[in-house]
């Protein structure tokens, strides 16, 4: 009897392990979040390493994507991060540790612009 030729298998390559900034931007992305930025802060601020800037369409919006962005966090084994600002949704803040996200309305995101305060260059950084 002759016997068949096994077929080689090869390990299923793992993926790496998402970082928080990823599993943000991508949740961004998917909530259709607008004129996201970020910026690392890493050296700059011992709050955070990265902070993200982004707008929604309107309050409704402000307050979905908030929640989709807790819920990535939650999905992919960040914990439960802290959020603020959702009764009102103009300004909605989602805190994960490594990660700050900032979710405006248009009009507010204007009138705060912080993305501009922390993308300048500090002296320590210019040297």
């Not at 929640?67 to 999905?75: G, I, S």
């Not at 989602?94 to 300048?120: C, L, S, T």
């Amino acid at each position: 009897m002759a016997t068949s030729p096994r077929k080689k298998t090869t390990a299923p390559a793992v993926a790496p392990e998402l970082q928080m900034i990823d599993v943000v931007l991508q949740s961004l992305e998917d909530a259709k979040a607008e004129q996201t930025v970020a910026i690392d802060i890493t050296g700059k601020s011992s709050l955070s390493d990265h902070m993200v800037v982004t707008s929604g369409r309107s309050h409704r919006h402000v307050g979905a994507v908030a929640d989709q962005v807790a819920k990535a966090l939650r999905e992919h084994g960040f914990g439960k991060p802290r959020i603020e600002g959702l009764p009102h949704c103009d300004w909605v803040l989602v805190d994960g540790g490594d990660v700050i996200v900032h979710i405006f309305r248009p009009e507010v995101r204007e009138f705060y612009n912080i993305e501009k305060m922390w993308a300048v260059d500090f002296a320590a950084d210019a040297r």
